[in-house]
């Protein structure tokens, strides 16, 4: 049987820096955040793999490898890596009619929080808090563009593309607003978001949803207050938290008769609209049926980093089979 070879593209920021991993006699190994790393998540006899590194050269040109049975778009990052999307957009027009292509960059680029706010809020059942993007170049101007979108206080506030590294920071009323001059207003980036009441709105967990060709899939689940840390400082926290444990091993083990049923009408509708072939919701259910969603991106980097408990390995394989199979179908093998 002739084996597929499917090519995995990732993309160089926007400010071309990359974290440096390991350098030894094989080379540099870099970091590539911002881009999904299905290429290493994913192996199988039935194929063989090539990865490309995509410059942000706009008169480069892209030659593709031989006998290529599909392309895997991995950039993720619609913020931080938008010349390289608009870039793999142009290049693979030529090839969209020859070689199948898994979540299409210009749908990546659509998935800037303001756009997935414009794309989502009006669906039915489906709650999303409002975002914008503004270019503040005071507080001052920062109250007039909050008092313009119709934003009410407390809000937050982050730098675009810089929200993994950097928390938001809360904006409790006009006074603190004012008073905020730790942030470089110089007419760069940044998402407004309006804040939510957690409590009035009855909720405890939040759910991370991989979503695999319009299925969802639960990758993880997290108080409310926890849903924000890191793969180490959330293992740590699990580790001092035991009975965490044994509420999110329930979660897992009541996803697909209690859960999934709730979600795929939800998820069904975000498909639809945005358009990718695999992503990942963070999200809420709400007592009144409604969705309650953070965020919506093509990011399901953290597939390689789950938890060492088994009803994680458990859903890191169905996730994983379930990537594979979609990899085939599209390849039509």
Do not use: W
């Not at 809000?155 to 993994?164: G, L, N, W």
């Not at 006009?174 to 940044?190: C, H, I, P, Q, V």
């Amino acid at each position: 049987m002739t084996k597929s070879r499917i090519l995995f593209v990732n993309g160089t920021p926007d400010n071309y820096i990359v974290q440096i991993k390991r350098i030894s006699r094989k080379g540099i190994e870099h970091v590539n955040p911002g881009n999904c790393d299905l290429f290493h998540f994913l192996n199988s006899d039935h194929m063989t793999k090539a990865i490309f590194h995509l410059d942000i050269n706009p008169t480069s040109s892209i030659n593709l490898p031989q006998d290529i049975s599909l392309i895997v778009n991995q950039i993720s990052n619609a913020d931080s890596h938008t010349k390289s999307l608009r870039k793999l957009s142009q290049r693979l027009s030529q090839y969209q009619d020859i070689i199948p292509v898994l979540n299409l960059p210009e749908q990546v680029l659509n998935t800037r929080r303001e756009l997935i706010y414009q794309q989502l809020n009006k669906l039915p059942d489906l709650y999303v808090p409002k975002t914008i993007r503004i270019q503040p170049h005071s507080p001052t101007e920062l109250i007039n563009l909050i008092d313009l979108a119709e934003i009410s206080f407390p809000a937050f506030i982050c730098e675009v593309a810089t929200h993994e590294k950097h928390a938001p920071i809360l904006l409790r009323d006009k006074d603190s607003a004012l008073e905020l001059y730790t942030l470089a207003m110089d007419g760069r980036d940044f998402y407004l978001t309006q804040s939510i009441d957690c409590e009035e709105m009855e909720f405890d967990f939040v759910y991370r949803i991989i979503v695999i060709d319009g299925v969802p899939f639960l990758r993880h689940v997290r108080r409310v207050d926890q849903h924000k840390l890191n793969h180490h400082d959330y293992k740590a926290y699990l580790a001092s938290h035991p009975e965490s444990i044994q509420k999110e091993e329930k979660m897992f083990q009541d996803f697909e008769q209690k859960i999934k049923p709730r979600l795929q009408k939800h998820m069904i509708k975000i498909h639809q609209q945005v358009k990718l072939d695999f992503f990942g919701v963070d999200c809420c259910l709400l007592s009144d049926g409604q969705l309650l969603v953070f965020e919506v991106n093509a990011n399901i980097l953290d597939l390689n980093h789950l938890m060492p408990h088994y009803y994680y390995t458990h859903a890191l394989e169905k996730l994983r089979s379930s990537v594979l199979k979609l990899l085939f179908n599209r390849i039509g093998g």
